[in-house]
């Protein structure tokens, strides 16, 4: 009691630096404390008449809870936090930030900080993902809970065989003991596996509905989104980390229900064999407690680190198959092997701090045990000889504390992978409830849409470069059914206001309307099936000719298709080809040449029928050939509707309706070909005569 005191005074008055210094020697003496209670106990048990004095119980639970009360203030004092677990996820965060500086900037580190869940609030969370398929999980539980049950009889049912057989009892005694065993075990079996099978299929149904949730929460997130989060870390996510959710939380979960189950069935019978046996037994479990605790919390940090290690690796990979042929045109396979192999060591070296530490708790476990199961087996000898306990009692006990034993021991390593999960899942648990900073459900009107496009005011910087201004006060009109041209030098906006215009970030400043209604007011696919993009590197898919043309279109007919391909300037070499629209386009197009994906690509815009069509310098990259043909292409498509270039080559926009200049994110000039060339001293003017000298 004056320990204690002394100790609360010290958590008082002390610096926190100062009882981070001494937390390890208050752990200690705790346990000591705990320890101490429980064999002096058992010393007053030796003394006759000693054990039935209310004084002596007082004594021994008053200095049980001094020893808790003491590690329990201590702790609180450090750490600012019942048992430290918050204090230990700083630590975590601090160690994650640092290993990741070079793939995460401060803001996905804040954003991921805000979105970090404590640790029961995440095991929630989790659990409500599993409970989808709570009708498998309850009959396996209430099947666990079965074998439980049965298991808890092996013991018993040991100790009366063995004693059978020392006894010398007759056969037929011998024969039904035995019998009594194994039916048990046969009976066990087959309840073990009809449990297994409800399991295996509710983490089956889990994994795809994580898998599927995970996809569409990506799917929905803002274009900013994925100019900050690598391709290969969001697959890593998908196909690796969400795995660790229907895996590893239900199998603890029943490691938990068996344990607590077991615990508790067992811990009685050991009380009612004996109190002294069970009392020995007893004072190593703050030891086992805190080991496994602390383990589990340096399990949890190390998973996340090597989660984002392998999220790491994973995205080279995919980045280097994705660009093999740069790869290989620059000979680059040994650099890039290299580049691997070295992110694959940091797997390594992770993996093998985890089995170093894992090597370090077994010794503590086993050896705690070991103490544990010697002072049992030699104290349980006493009792026998002095008479106070028969050998079946002893070879009972023996067999319920090895099962009890076992219990924690697979209770230890269910907290520890359970932490494990935990680290693995906090990214994919983060990414699952992000809310994206443009909904695309905030929409919901469908206005008629005749494609006169507004900027008012507009200022922008985008997400990664917060501080530098792309657009700055842009006012510009998109007039409807008239064809407008971006011109200007590369990085002064005009890529930055088609962005705008296809809604994919929203503005700092500033609004942007479509026939006078705001775009994020309007509905998404709505929204996008008025609107087209052919890009200067299209992106097609790996499916075929058709599929890609009636991309986002499941309404579209053959018919349609086929109209759109002879407008494009597809059908022509489409009709060559051995399967027709049926061929196989590869990966990204890989199949077709840049003038085949560009009129692909039209196609693909124009059977949407869009009120606005935006082309973002879609021949610059295509020879005079191939040019001159997608070329036809777009003057067809560009009838009645608004149509906005941008383009690097002035001679293939002379005869739009409007030339807009655009200037260091403004609009420096704006007026026809023949309007902007008269003024000399004008940036047009400028553009044309730099080109009209390079040619």
């Known amino acids: 009691m004056i320990t204690l005191i002394v100790c609360i005074l010290v958590a008082k008055y002390s610096s926190k630096k100062t009882l981070e210094k001494l937390d390890p020697v208050v752990t200690t003496i705790s346990i000591l404390f705990y320890g101490y209670s429980l064999v002096k106990f058992l010393v007053f048990d030796e003394n006759a008449g000693y054990i039935y004095y209310p004084g002596v119980y007082i004594n021994v639970v008053s200095s049980i809870l001094c020893s808790t009360l003491l590690y329990v203030i201590v702790k609180k004092s450090v750490i600012g936090k019942k048992f430290g677990y918050e204090q230990l996820e700083n630590e975590d965060e601090e160690s994650t930030t640092t290993e990741n500086t070079d793939s995460e900037n401060e803001e996905d580190k804040k954003e991921e900080d805000e979105a970090r869940l404590p640790l029961f609030q995440h095991i929630w969370l989790i659990a409500k993902i599993c409970g989808k398929q709570w009708r498998f999980y309850t009959v396996s539980y209430v099947l666990l809970l079965v074998v439980c049950g049965l298991t808890l009889m092996d013991p018993w049912l040991y100790g009366t065989m063995i004693n059978v057989i020392v006894q010398q009892h007759k056969f037929t005694e011998v024969a039904l003991s035995i019998a009594y065993l194994y039916g048990l075990w046969v009976i066990i079996s087959f309840v073990s596996a009809a449990k297994s099978f409800a399991m295996g299929i509710a983490q089956n149904r889990t994994s795809?509905?994580?898998?599927?949730?995970?996809?569409?929460?990506?799917?929905?997130?803002?274009?900013?989104?994925?100019?900050?989060?690598?391709?290969?870390?969001?697959?890593?996510?998908?196909?690796?980390?969400?795995?660790?959710?229907?895996?590893?939380?239900?199998?603890?979960?029943?490691?938990?229900?068996?344990?607590?189950?077991?615990?508790?069935?067992?811990?009685?019978?050991?009380?009612?064999?004996?109190?002294?046996?069970?009392?020995?037994?007893?004072?190593?479990?703050?030891?086992?407690?805190?080991?496994?605790?602390?383990?589990?919390?340096?399990?949890?940090?190390?998973?996340?680190?090597?989660?984002?290690?392998?999220?790491?690796?994973?995205?080279?990979?995919?980045?280097?198959?994705?660009?093999?042929?740069?790869?290989?045109?620059?000979?680059?396979?040994?650099?890039?092997?290299?580049?691997?192999?070295?992110?694959?060591?940091?797997?390594?070296?992770?993996?093998?701090?985890?089995?170093?530490?894992?090597?370090?708790?077994?010794?503590?476990?086993?050896?705690?045990?070991?103490?544990?199961?010697?002072?049992?087996?030699?104290?349980?000898?006493?009792?026998?000889?002095?008479?106070?306990?028969?050998?079946?009692?002893?070879?009972?006990?023996?067999?319920?504390?090895?099962?009890?034993?076992?219990?924690?021991?697979?209770?230890?390593?269910?907290?520890?992978?359970?932490?494990?999960?935990?680290?693995?899942?906090?990214?994919?648990?983060?990414?699952?409830?992000?809310?994206?900073?443009?909904?695309?459900?905030?929409?919901?009107?469908?206005?008629?849409?005749?494609?006169?496009?507004?900027?008012?005011?507009?200022?922008?910087?985008?997400?990664?470069?917060?501080?530098?201004?792309?657009?700055?006060?842009?006012?510009?009109?998109?007039?409807?059914?008239?064809?407008?041209?971006?011109?200007?030098?590369?990085?002064?906006?005009?890529?930055?206001?088609?962005?705008?215009?296809?809604?994919?970030?929203?503005?700092?400043?500033?609004?942007?309307?479509?026939?006078?209604?705001?775009?994020?007011?309007?509905?998404?696919?709505y929204y996008h099936k008025k609107i087209a993009l052919v890009a200067q590197e299209p992106t097609l898919f790996s499916g075929t000719i058709r599929d890609n043309i009636l991309y986002g279109m499941e309404e579209a007919t053959e018919?349609?298709?086929?109209?759109?391909?002879?407008?494009?300037?597809?059908?022509?070499?489409?009709?060559?080809?051995?399967?027709?629209?049926?061929?196989?386009?590869?990966?990204?197009?890989?199949?077709?040449?840049?003038?085949?994906?560009?009129?692909?690509?039209?196609?693909?815009?124009?059977?949407?029928?869009?009120?606005?069509?935006?082309?973002?310098?879609?021949?610059?990259?295509?020879?005079?050939?191939s040019e001159a043909e997608v070329q036809e292409a777009l003057n067809r498509c560009a009838t009645d509707r608004t149509v906005i270039v941008i383009a690097h080559r002035l001679s293939t926009v002379r005869k739009a309706d409007r030339i807009a200049v655009v200037q260091k994110g403004q609009i420096v000039e704006i007026g026809t070909h023949d309007e902007l060339i008269k003024n000399s001293d004008g940036a047009y003017y400028k553009l044309v005569s730099k080109q009209a000298d390079l040619s």
């Open 559 to 625: 018919d349609d298709m086929l109209r759109v391909s002879k407008l494009a300037n597809v059908d022509p070499f489409v009709s060559k080809l051995e399967k027709g629209y049926d061929t196989l386009c590869g990966e990204k197009g890989v199949q077709m040449s840049g003038g085949q994906k560009q009129r692909i690509a039209i196609a693909r815009a124009l059977i949407r029928d869009p009120s606005v069509l935006i082309l973002d310098e879609a021949t610059s990259a295509l020879d005079t050939e």
């Open 208 to 525: 795809c509905q994580v898998r599927i949730a995970l996809f569409n929460a990506l799917l929905k997130q803002e274009i900013a989104f994925f100019d900050t989060n690598k391709t290969g870390q969001l697959m890593s996510r998908i196909t690796h980390d969400s795995g660790s959710i229907s895996e590893s939380l239900p199998k603890n979960f029943e490691t938990a229900t068996k344990s607590i189950v077991t615990v508790c069935g067992t811990v009685p019978i050991m009380l009612y064999l004996s109190w002294r046996l069970t009392t020995i037994a007893f004072i190593s479990f703050p030891l086992f407690w805190l080991s496994t605790k602390y383990y589990g919390l340096f399990t949890e940090k190390l998973s996340e680190i090597e989660t984002n290690t392998t999220a790491r690796s994973n995205e080279t990979v995919q980045e280097v198959f994705s660009a093999i042929r740069t790869v290989r045109s620059f000979a680059a396979e040994k650099m890039e092997m290299n580049n691997y192999k070295g992110k694959t060591d940091e797997c390594y070296k992770i993996g093998r701090k985890s089995v170093l530490f894992k090597s370090i708790f077994d010794v503590i476990w086993s050896m705690c045990w070991i103490v544990m199961g010697f002072a049992v087996f030699t104290y349980g000898a006493y009792l026998a000889d002095t008479g106070r306990m028969s050998s079946k009692t002893i070879l009972s006990f023996i067999f319920y504390h090895y099962n009890l034993i076992n219990t924690l021991n697979s209770f230890s390593n269910m907290f520890t992978d359970l932490m494990k999960t935990i680290g693995s899942s906090r990214k994919v648990i983060s990414l699952l409830h992000r809310a994206p900073l443009i909904d695309l459900e905030q929409g919901n009107l469908e206005p008629e849409i005749s494609g006169e496009i507004a900027f008012e005011e507009v200022d922008f910087s985008y997400p990664t470069r917060k501080n530098t201004d792309v657009l700055k006060g842009l006012n510009l009109v998109f007039e409807p059914g008239k064809t407008t041209a971006l011109v200007g030098h590369s990085g002064n906006g005009k890529t930055t206001i088609v962005s705008l215009i296809q809604h994919y970030y929203e503005p700092k400043n500033g609004r942007i309307s479509i026939d006078g209604v705001p775009v994020q007011n309007i509905r998404h696919e």
